[in-house]
């Protein structure tokens, strides 16, 4: 079977005094450890970065859109370049893939019921074999939920969703191994 990691807006902008995202120190070093299983099995890792538009910290000239610094980059990984939530929509993530023969996405990232959620149901729609790391994702706390209300509700959510590849397989990154 082959593997992609998917790591979706782990950029700098999204990591502020001001936009605290929850256990950020730990889910990046989750990420960087399921990035080097996925290298040692041959399989990729995609780093996905939101081009915000101009003024947003997350447009491509803003210092806000660069990765953040703690993430091991490799210099075979790819890159993907969106502007809305869905990682697939106008992007060129979909033929990486497919060139490569990827059958299983595990999806990774910054903002669990934004970005990483609207990837999610787009990669099982697409008919992806899809695992969901339930401790390689954040978002910050919201008005209505903490942060992790809204992770703990997106795992229990995408363990039961319907679709053509059948749910997401949601367990702790320690758990997913990768050959």
């Avoid at 902008?13 to 990420?31: A, M, Q």
């Avoid at 947003?56 to 890159?79: I, K, Q, Y």
């Avoid at 033929?95 to 023969?101: A, Y």
Wanted: hydrophobic share 35%; aromatic share 6%.
């Amino acid at each position: 079977m082959s593997n992609a990691l998917i790591i979706i807006d782990m950029q700098q902008g999204s990591f502020t005094s001001e936009t605290p995202r929850y256990d950020s120190d730990g889910v990046v070093l989750r990420i960087n450890a399921l990035a080097a299983r996925v290298r040692a099995g041959k399989g990729i890792v995609i780093f996905v970065q939101h081009d915000g538009p101009e003024g947003d910290p997350h447009h491509p000239d803003a210092s806000g859109w660069h990765l953040l610094p703690e993430l091991e980059v490799r210099p075979n990984d790819r890159f993907v370049r969106k502007g809305s939530c869905d990682s697939f929509l106008t992007t060129n993530l979909q033929g990486s893939l497919s060139s490569s023969s990827i059958e299983h996405l595990i999806v990774t990232g910054c903002a669990t019921e934004f970005c990483v959620d609207t990837t999610i149901r787009s990669a099982l729609a697409r008919g992806y074999r899809t695992t969901v790391p339930a401790d390689a994702h954040t978002t910050a706390d919201r008005a209505h939920l903490s942060a992790k209300e809204i992770i703990t509700h997106h795992n229990a959510t995408w363990a039961d969703f319907i679709s053509p590849a059948g749910p997401a397989e949601v367990r702790p990154s320690s758990d997913i191994h990768v050959t």
